[in-house]
């Protein structure tokens, strides 16, 4: 039998290890609440006192209603079209093994480069094309990164998919792509979904491309963000709030796909 | 359906393409004579007459080596314990993916006013306990520890849930004959799981080694590479050659030095991987 010492020990260590991570983003929601003289009071004033809204309202009428609209058209367009371009893509080389058993593999090592490798390119062609500073440009550099991330993730699932639907679907007359669209799309649709919400995340959170490829007509969230601490005056209840804006929607995908999440960012290394 | 496979794969691969081709010009974007080939000269001035891509070479291989060790040390730690938290373990993954599934940049901004010296929290938080905090972001000696500090926060989290998963993965009749021949907790994790997600480490080493790798957002947010240039990693220093300096042939040769880096590191994690996890 155990002692009840050392499982009081366990759980005290992991509550302080949770707060260490919890904490930050409870702070940076605090702050979007705060006044002014809150925010740069000594001793810091962990709750404030009333909770203020009117840093959201004026973040929204100002820079960070655009990015919050940018972001959604950015990341919102950029997944749909991952999931058009991915899925039909993954679905082709896992039936007929296009390049090999590893070359999901090697599609998933083109989305572990440095994105600074695709911007230089991609800013110099935009140029040419103009579409620099576009939301076309951004979606279509976006592509580079999620669609070799669906395509890895929906090919390991139709991997473990079986065929007998398919074939039964194509013994009664239905052609290959209406057995795809039939038979297995629907049974695909967890995945489908899981692995669009996590190209939306990639695209909502990134940041390099979008230095390289926009300036003031786009501003995505992080940029937005960047250029807000960067200011002379720095309204930092403002930017906790449009924080919080960045965060809330990661924060619920994260409660809804706990499982694609773990599986999803560990690579397939784990199941979750 | 096949050709869209070929479509994709040209689609991801001609950046890649073009990006090498750039890199044998000297291509200078705010000058007006145009492109010239010069061969590998980009990359022989990088490799041999240019101390600023070594020195931040080796401010990334810093954090890189810290980073990792740091995370999975912590990360092992605590998975071991989250696995015993039995049905409050699903509550304890969610929260812990906050952090890794929320944006660089916004962490980073929020580090701004969590690291103030004057009225930031953290420093505030030490005190109460008697530590002196430091200068997080403007001494040169320090700067460098507080963004590998912001990594293990919010990169952390990630490895205690693999690890957890992997932990709780493992077949339940070993730990069962390994308790009834008396083995002390330290000892049946020393010699029993440990040895058991040891794929599962070298995998995540892996994949947190390519990330760390890649540095950019909190450098760039935290403190552009300052102060002086103590925290510029190759990233950041990549970066300036493209959009401040624009030297287009230099910075797109120097990326491709770090994709080759990178590539030793994916093609030792694809190895792994093909070797199949428990």
């Not at chain 1, 960067?230 to 809804?256: F, R, T, Y």
């Not at chain 2, 590479?225 to 103590?230: F, H, I, K, L, T």
Request: glycine letters at 8%; charged letters at 10%.
């Amino acid at each position: 039998m155990k002692s009840r010492g050392p499982k009081i020990l366990t759980y005290a260590m992991l509550l302080l290890a949770i707060l260490f991570f919890v904490l930050p983003v409870v702070w940076i929601a605090l702050t979007s609440f705060k006044s002014q003289a809150e925010v740069f009071s000594y001793p810091p004033v962990f709750v404030p006192e009333h909770i203020n809204l009117r840093h959201y309202a004026g973040v929204l009428s100002g820079a960070g209603g655009q990015a919050l609209r940018d972001s959604f058209i950015v990341a919102g367009s950029n997944a749909l079209l991952s999931l058009v371009a991915g899925v039909p893509a993954a679905y082709a080389i896992s039936r007929w093994r296009i390049g090999g058993q590893h070359f999901a593999m090697w599609i998933l090592s083109i989305r572990m480069f440095p994105p600074v490798v695709s911007a230089i390119p991609l800013f110099l062609l935009f140029t040419n094309l103009q579409l620099l500073d576009t939301y076309l440009g951004l979606i279509i550099a976006y592509l580079t990164l999620n669609v070799p991330f669906v395509v890895w993730f929906m090919k390991s699932f139709f991997d473990d998919l079986p065929r007998d639907l398919e074939d039964a679907a194509l013994v009664d007359g239905a052609n290959r792509w209406q057995a795809f669209v039939r038979v297995v799309v629907p049974l695909a649709i967890p995945a489908i979904v899981s692995s669009g919400l996590l190209a939306f995340v990639f695209a909502w959170n990134e940041f390099l491309l979008a230095l390289f490829l926009t300036r003031s007509a786009v501003k995505t969230l992080p940029i937005a963000l960047s250029s807000l601490v960067g200011g002379h005056e720095i309204l930092w209840g403002q930017i906790g709030a449009l924080a919080v804006m960045a965060i809330l929607p990661v924060v619920l995908l994260v409660m809804l796909l706990q499982r694609y999440v773990v599986r999803g960012l560990s690579l397939g290394a784990v199941e979750g | 359906m096949a050709p869209t496979a070929l479509l994709l794969l040209a689609v991801s691969i001609y950046p890649l393409l073009y990006s090498l081709r750039i890199s044998f010009f000297s291509w200078e974007l705010t000058a007006a004579v145009p492109p010239a080939f010069v061969g590998l000269e980009n990359y022989v001035r990088i490799l041999s007459d240019d101390p600023r891509f070594w020195s931040s070479l080796s401010k990334t291989v810093y954090l890189v080596v810290g980073g990792v060790l740091i995370e999975l040390v912590l990360g092992v730690a605590l998975a071991a314990l989250v696995v015993r938290c039995g049905k409050g373990r699903s509550v304890v993954t969610a929260l812990l993916l906050i952090p890794v599934m929320i944006a660089p940049v916004v962490v980073a901004t929020q580090g701004i006013v969590i690291f103030n010296v004057q009225w930031g929290p953290l420093n505030y938080l030490l005190s109460l306990i008697g530590i002196d905090g430091p200068v997080w972001l403007g001494d040169r000696h320090i700067a460098l520890r507080t963004i590998m500090l912001t990594d293990v926060w919010q990169w952390t989290p990630f490895v205690i849930v693999i690890m957890a998963a992997g932990m709780q993965s493992l077949p339940v009749d070993i730990y069962e004959a390994a308790e009834m021949d008396g083995g002390s907790a330290w000892r049946i994790f020393r010699h029993i799981t440990l040895p058991l997600i040891q794929p599962l480490i070298v995998v995540t080493a892996l994949i947190r080694s390519m990330d760390i790798f890649k540095t950019f957002d909190y450098v760039y947010v935290l403190t552009g590479g300052g102060p002086g240039s103590s925290t510029e990693t190759v990233s950041l220093y990549n970066f300036l050659q493209g959009l401040e300096f624009f030297s287009f042939g230099y910075a797109a040769a120097m990326s491709y030095i770090q994709l080759i880096i990178i590539s030793v590191f994916a093609s030792v994690l694809i190895r792994h991987m093909r070797k199949g996890l428990a």
